[in-house]
């Protein structure tokens, strides 16, 4: 038998204290190996315990969590999973420590101070072998310090896309999808439509965060929106999102059917959808994440005659998703993170004239140089040909 997880569990209540022990004791590969009631405690006996895994509590007294997983990233950075109340104030703290390095997160159920926790412990647990997977995986740095703000956006002219880009991602999302959409420009000529994973509530404050750190405009994804050049939709916790080709437009359509691989939303909910409506200029990208969500609907973008991206596994913080289409070959390319912005904005960015007119320069080229190559051959045959006669 393998060795056990080791987990510090981290929270400022006596009571959760000990009902996180004890639903992780369901599980005989992890060992907790101690509880600390705040971010002092916490950091004196991850020296003394040498713990595998941290689960953290955001709010404490005397030393909160971020200022807890702040210090934890400097002195000896381990896999920490953010386990914090749901609310805006906290969910946009979970967004910033993501930043930070945690590695993932869970919302403590509405009812957990009633003792309720049985709903998420199997998402606990799934959470913490990840994370103990991901250990050595270099998280991407945060492109946009909290002080900074890009200049306000102007307004765009509303461009229907060049290309339907759609993402699938899960684990070690938001930092990822940061890095990316921070390269490319405001005047990019596809739309970019993302599946995260991520509970109801927390993808409006995502899309907000990404909408202040990067040049594109982000928003959460609203039934009927249009796709526009430029413009980034985040689909929203607890939803499915789908694409139509209107008379109107090209729009979102937001639905409440049934989990697809245990998700809403789903990242094969809308891969199969875009490559229903868009086929040959559909492109779906399948990033960091674990499990194999997205995976199917990759193989229907690239069977539609669409171009398939995975991020490459080295990159990745969990490459449970990008490898589940990578082994299946229904990846196209497999490029890494530092590499997906640039690949972006020059095979989907530039201008439709300069594109007809670099391939029409292109045709010229190789035409001239055809006729060249012919005139010369006729040239080097004629002498021979005429001393012969």
Known sequence: MS???RVLVVDDSALMRKLIPAILARDASIEVVGTAMDGAFALKKIEELLPDVVTLD???????????????????????????????????????????????????????????LDDIADQLIAKIKVAKRAVGRKLPPAVVGEELHLPKKANRAMLPPRRVIAIGISTGGPNALQFVLSQIPADFLSTILVVQHMPEGFTEMFAKRLDECCALEVHEARSGDLLLAGRVLICPGNRHMMVRRMPRGDMVILSDSAPVNGHRPSADVLFHSVAQEFGL???????????DDGAEGLGAVKAAGGMTIAQSEDTCVVSGMPRAAIVKGYANKIIPLDGLGAYLVSNYGADRGATEKTEKLEK?????????????????????SSQRS
């Not at 945690?102 to 309720?116: I, M, Q, S």
């Not at 200029?281 to 499990?291: D, E, F, Q, R, S």
């Open 3 to 5: 060795e056990r997880i």
């Open 364 to 384: 010229h080229d190789k035409h001239d140089k055809n006729e060249k190559s012919d005139k010369h051959e006729k040239i080097e045959r004629t002498p021979v």
């Open 58 to 116: 955001l709010e404490m007294p005397r030393m909160d969590g971020m200022e807890t997983l702040r210090l934890i990233m400097r002195r000896a950075p381990l896999p920490v999973i953010l386990f914090s109340t749901h609310s805006k104030e906290g969910g946009y703290a979970t967004l910033k420590a993501l930043a930070m390095g945690a590695v993932d997160f869970l919302a403590k159920p509405k009812d957990a101070a009633a003792g309720h």
């Open 281 to 291: 200029i559909a492109v779906g990208i399948l990033m960091t994440g674990m499990g």
